[in-house]
């Protein structure tokens, strides 16, 4: 009978968003090159950001750099008085091997890093690229003047170091982290769920004029991930319910890095969408796809360098790279008109450790599931429990650590 499963699946529902209910916050804190006073070397501006966040059961060390392509290392540690020691002359170097370590060294379970490495802008599908920016040749501002303690947010801006074409004459690339220390979900589309000790990144290009002067190219951003021994990483597309936080979407994807056995190290969660517009309207979606997940060589960032050193023993590091896409390939997709128009692109990660977080139905769903059941629950329930419905979603802590 439809109707009692329906019912199944909602008390079963009602069980979930209430066993979330206890978890403490996380202690969080952001540091600005930590152990340096220094910000500006060899005339440029070294951006590192030290995010601590400490659970009930790990602490995470999350490194932001634009040392190099901008990229993040994640290190996840058992004891919750371990601590990010940096040897600044070694990281500044050309030799950064062993700049970075995490104390104690025996409490680390687990590291990976992230590098978003470069843009590309695609004439027309199928017909070829411009010569791509390599954001490992951009010049970024000082990070330390949009650090904000207490929000918890910063951002890594930057143009191309050259840019003969003055395509970022009036624009600039920019990736705005927010560090998580409570469950809950994005303000913005697509709504992202957040998880604690994790941290939402938004890239956003503003202003960048295309150089097809056609009305036909995108935008393509490379995002290349490197994990600690035999960590491998798995492309995940998940199916959901459509729902009010990125109407239309029902595509959730996730970079995950696995550890040998399979378990989840650690992941980049997002929707198929990003948006043209800075309120994120649902008419400025726009559509963005994940190319292949292919293993090889990447170009390895400093921080990543500096904490796994050069491939030592031990030290094996797995590599792999995908692109993401900004627009469709034809398909009715509205992209190029949205960018052209507002210059314009936003796309919403998270970025956690452990498993991706499942997304629970959104409560506008659930009241229309409960309205829709409302006579027969009542009755079942005795009239009671139904307000129970409306509470914020709650994800699962993250998985221990061993
Ligand atoms: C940058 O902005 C100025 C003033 O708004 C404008 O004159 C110029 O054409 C713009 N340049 C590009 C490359 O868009
Ligand atoms: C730009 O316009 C010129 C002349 O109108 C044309 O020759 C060229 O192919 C165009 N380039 C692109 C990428 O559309
Ligand atoms: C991303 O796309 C560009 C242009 O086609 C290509 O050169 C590059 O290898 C791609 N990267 C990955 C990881 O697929």
């Known amino acids: 009978m439809a109707a009692g499963a329906g019912l199944v699946a909602l008390v079963s529902l009602v069980a979930a968003v209430a066993a979330g209910g206890t978890e403490g916050d996380w202690k969080v804190s952001l540091e600005f090159n930590p152990g340096w006073n220094g910000s500006l070397w060899n005339g440029s501006w070294v951006n590192v950001v030290h995010v601590r966040a400490q659970g009930p059961l790990a602490t995470l060390h999350w490194v932001w750099s634009s040392l190099g392509a901008p990229s993040v290392l994640l290190v996840a540690s058992g004891s919750p008085r371990s601590r990010l020691s940096i040897d600044w002359a070694r990281l500044l170097s050309p030799e950064p091997a062993g700049a970075l370590r995490v104390h104690p060294p025996g409490s680390v379970s687990s590291a990976g890093a992230v590098a978003f490495t470069k843009l590309f802008e695609e004439k027309a ?74 941290c939402e990144l938004r890239f956003q290009l503003s202003g960048v004029s295309p150089l097809g002067n056609g009305s036909r190219s995108r935008f393509l951003l490379e995002v290349a991930a490197l994990d600690g021994a035999g960590a491998r990483r798995e492309l ?57 997940l292919r293993g090889g060589p990447v170009p390895v960032p400093p921080i990543a360098r500096a904490y796994f050193g050069e491939g030592g023993p031990g030290t094996p590091l797995g590599s792999s790279a995908l692109n993401v896409s900004f627009g469709g390939d034809g398909d009715g997709d509205v992209f190029r008109d949205v960018y052209r128009e507002r210059r314009f692109l936003r796309w919403s990660v998270l970025v956690g450790f452990g498993e991706p977080p499942r997304d629970t139905f959104s409560p506008l769903i659930i009241s229309v599931v409960a309205v829709a059941l409302g006579t027969p629950l009542a009755l079942l329930l005795g009239g009671t429990g139904l307000v129970l419905l409306v509470p914020r979603s709650r994800y699962s802590e993250y998985e221990p650590i061993n």
């Open 125 to 198: 599908p199928g017909e070829g690229f411009f010569q791509p920016y390599d954001l490992a040749e951009f010049s970024w501002e000082n990070s330390n003047v949009t650090l904000d303690p207490s929000a918890l947010t910063f951002r890594l801006r930057g143009i191309p170091g050259s840019d003969p074409a003055g395509a970022f004459a009036n624009g600039s690339l920019e990736f705005q982290v927010r560090a998580l220390p409570s469950p809950g979900r994005s303000s913005l589309p697509p709504g992202l769920p957040l998880v604690p000790g994790g």
């Open 236 to 292: 995940r597309l998940r199916r959901e319910l459509d729902d009010e936080f990125a109407p239309g979407v029902f595509e959730t994807q996730s970079l995950v890095a696995q550890s040998q056995s399979g378990s989840p190290l650690s992941f980049l969660l997002w929707r198929s969408i990003a948006y043209g517009s800075p309120s994120a309207r649902r008419q400025d979606g726009i559509r963005c796809r994940a190319g292949e």
